[in-house]
């Protein structure tokens, strides 16, 4: 249960740990609440822990991206906040966040460290595993072709195809 005397004496508090706490708990209530909030409201949870995300210590951001990674109804925005985090943190919300859906994931791929995580992601949806296959890169391509839970089209098999032609390490 939310401690409302613990979260004002956190939004009180202007030391960088304060602001830390203050990351923790709002992020704790908007990964607790976030279904039931409406989408002005989840808007500004997350206009909000991106203000206070650069002042909070590791810890805290490692242990709401892995709570978030783990929460099946986690918010979208709360996920994708913390995946567009620095790459440490992000990593694993772009590898395993269920919230996570093929836009966020096509968007977040644009990023080449990220598309490398994303592309090792369980049961990737076939649509980002085309568009990160259509982009022709060997070491994006080793990593979805050995992903076993990554189904591909027709077109991204055969771009696979023609990359490994010219690859011997693909070809194995």
Do not use: C, W, Y
């Amino acid at each position: 249960m939310l401690d409302i005397a613990a979260l004002m004496a956190a939004a009180h508090d202007r030391s960088p740990e304060g602001r830390s706490r203050l990351f923790h708990l709002l992020g704790q209530l908007f990964l607790a609440r976030g279904a039931a909030l409406s989408e002005v409201e989840r808007r500004g949870f997350a206009e909000l822990l991106a203000i206070l995300r650069p002042v909070a210590d590791i810890e805290t951001r490692l242990e709401l991206a892995h709570a978030t990674a783990q929460a099946p109804f986690a918010p979208t925005e709360l996920a994708r906040l913390l995946a567009e985090d620095e790459i440490e943190f992000a990593a694993l919300g772009l590898f395993g966040a269920p919230s996570l859906g093929p836009t966020e994931l096509l968007a977040l791929a644009e990023d080449d460290d990220r598309a490398l995580i994303i592309a090792g992601r369980r049961d990737l949806p076939m649509m980002v595993a085309d568009s990160l296959m259509r982009r022709e890169d060997p070491a994006l391509t080793r990593i979805l072709l050995k992903n076993e839970t990554v189904r591909f089209s027709i077109p991204a098999l055969d771009a696979a195809i023609e990359l490994a032609r010219a690859d011997v390490d693909l070809q194995q």
